[in-house]
């Protein structure tokens, strides 16, 4: 008599855990399929540590797994160990939360395994995302539709509300012999702000570096931006970041970084974009977005002294740092603590959701 195969039905625990929101990616399911290859799979209760020390990478995954393994497995061998005929995706249903009939007659609303699988990494931290879950997350980022914050223009328009226009009001008297049968209002035209983003591509930023460069990307595509790299040395990417193609325009920019993973001088390198980029006009009245985590190398003063320049010019000034979405993170970097006073918000960019509330303060601003 033949053996059946185990790995369709331990790959298929791993599918349907992944759609209960345990972020189990390629990698762990693979040490998954390692450590149960050493145990005895009669064994229930070595199937369950295994799953439970490889699958699961955070204390609200283990609530889940234990719903999903007791749900998946019966008796003392898995439920499903045969290969299973129908690929398509299963779509789960929760009970109760908006109306809707099922078959027991009870509300019911389905859920998208994907779409499950997606919320769960749009707040997970950037640098632990595996290769498999990097490239989604690259998709995530080109999905972001980017709003420029707006300012006042010096033109004014007809509106139905604002102050009065008497102009427009004076000549519509004229083709009504003089009677002011309606007064005609005007306000003043926005226009968009620019938006400057200075990142910092050093050693200790290599691990959110392409993400970052990425959401500048898209940022730079969709409004008027700026693009500047900060490490040893000042580089622009605005003209590569706007490229269509995102594949491109990374590889432009990779080329055009020569300090990529190097040291941090961020007193120095905002110096020499004050000096040549942002004195001339490119930081006035636009709002500035600095991606560092606040190690600097060089003298911390000369940071000081440059945010507070920075401060002056710019309508705002945010300083987004991605380990500040840890709930134990202190501001205590010598660049981030001289910076604190010239900054308007500290803000985490850790994960993709972080992004999206970036994107919230930008247009607000």
Not at 66 to 85: C, L, N, Q, V
Not at 281 to 309: H, I, K, N, T, Y
């Amino acid at each position: 008599m033949s053996q059946i195969d185990p790995l369709p039905g331990l790959v298929g625990f791993a599918v349907a855990l992944r759609a209960a929101g345990v972020a189990c990616g390629p990698e762990r399911v693979r040490g998954y399929l390692a450590a149960v290859d050493l145990l005895d799979l009669a064994d229930v209760t070595q199937v369950y540590w295994a799953g439970r020390l490889t699958l699961c990478s955070e204390p609200d995954d283990l609530p889940r797994y234990d719903s999903a393994f007791h749900a998946w497995f019966t008796g003392d061998t898995p439920r499903a160990i045969r290969p299973t005929r129908d690929p398509r995706p299963k779509r789960g249903h929760i009970a109760a939360l908006v109306a809707g009939s099922s078959a027991d007659g009870e509300s019911a609303v389905q859920i998208d395994p994907l779409a499950s699988s997606a919320e769960v990494l749009r707040h997970r931290d950037i640098s632990d995302l595996t290769a498999a879950e990097r490239a989604h997350l690259r998709e995530m980022i080109d999905l972001l539709r980017p709003e420029p914050p707006q300012r006042p223009a010096v033109r004014w328009r007809p509106n139905r509300r604002g102050r009065v226009d008497e102009r427009r009001t004076l000549r519509m008297m004229r083709a009504t012999g003089g009677e002011p049968m309606r007064i005609a209002r005007k306000r003043r035209a926005s226009k968009p702000r620019r938006v400057v983003l200075l990142v910092d591509v050093s050693g200790s930023m290599t691990p959110y570096a392409d993400a970052l460069l990425r959401f500048a990307h898209a940022m730079a595509r969709r409004a008027p931006t700026e693009v500047f790299t900060l490490g040893t040395r000042l580089t622009r990417l605005t003209r590569q970041l706007r490229q269509r193609d995102p594949e491109q325009a990374l590889t432009g920019a990779a080329r055009a970084v020569p300090d990529f993973a190097g040291g941090t001088r961020l007193g120095e390198t905002l110096r020499a974009f004050l000096d040549r980029w942002g004195q001339r006009g490119v930081a006035r009245q636009a709002v500035v977005v600095l991606f560092s985590d606040g190690w600097e190398r060089g003298d911390p003063s000369l940071l000081a002294a440059q945010m507070a320049r920075l401060s002056r010019l710019a309508y705002r000034v945010f300083w987004v740092n991605p380990h500040a979405g840890s709930p134990v993170y202190q501001p205590v970097q010598s660049g981030i603590a001289v910076a604190l006073p010239h900054i308007d918000r500290l803000l985490a960019g850790h994960s993709v959701a972080t992004l999206d509330l970036l994107l919230r303060e930008v247009r607000r601003a």
